[in-house]
């Protein structure tokens, strides 16, 4: 009985406008985050096959390659490119296409070295689109401020030009080859 009136007040609240999500509450740390990048059309969460939104976020959900770009691409004012084919023939009929074509015209060294598009995007990946994407210069890693990062890591420029990117509170770890999820993805952004 009380998950339900739990469930009915977050319905209530979806609906009255007071959050955007039926899976998140406004006391969770990434909530500022997936708001702001609502509110700036970033992200819109997920939808049926209708198109209707389903009021969801999915916070704790793997970021998927295709997603990580379309909000890096739409967070930097870039979006996708307004025509084309990507040349990287796994992205050609893809949803996010268009975002592809955008990262090949950008130069973007993940489009051109993407295999799937819908693959979960690892921590170094996102890093790298992101500075792709925002034009932000990297330089070579020579030691890393992460324990668990090789200077001679793909991603490494990347990840030590993010401050977003502060490692783990406890050992101080970015973990570059793990996966990353959709809250994390906000905050980075946001």
């Known amino acids: ?106 130069g973007s060294v993940i489009a051109y070295r993407l295999k799937d598009p819908d693959a979960q995007a690892t921590r170094g990946e996102v890093a790298q689109l992101l500075v792709e994407g925002f034009g932000i210069e990297t330089q070579e890693v020579l030691g890393s401020r992460f324990p668990d990062l090789p200077s001679n890591h793909p991603y490494a420029p990347a990840l030590e030009a993010l401050e977003a990117f502060s490692g783990d509170e406890k050992t101080g770890t970015v973990r570059p080859d793990d996966p990353i999820n959709r809250a994390d993805v906000a905050k980075i952004i946001d």
Do not use: C
Not at 43 to 68: H, I, Q, W
């Open 1 to 106: 009985k009380t998950e339900i009136m739990i469930l009915e007040s977050r319905e209530e609240k979806f609906e009255d406008g007071v959050i955007s999500y039926k899976d998140i509450d406004d006391d969770q740390w990434f909530f500022p985050h997936i708001e702001a990048l609502t509110e700036e059309n970033i992200v819109g969460g997920f939808r049926d096959s209708s198109g209707n939104s389903l009021g969801e976020y999915r916070p704790g959900n793997k970021v998927t390659l295709s997603e990580a770009l379309k909000m890096v691409l739409e967070a930097s004012g870039k979006g996708p490119a307004l025509q084309g084919i990507p040349i990287n023939e796994v992205s050609q009929d893809h949803w996010a296409f268009l975002y592809w074509k955008k990262a090949e015209i950008i």
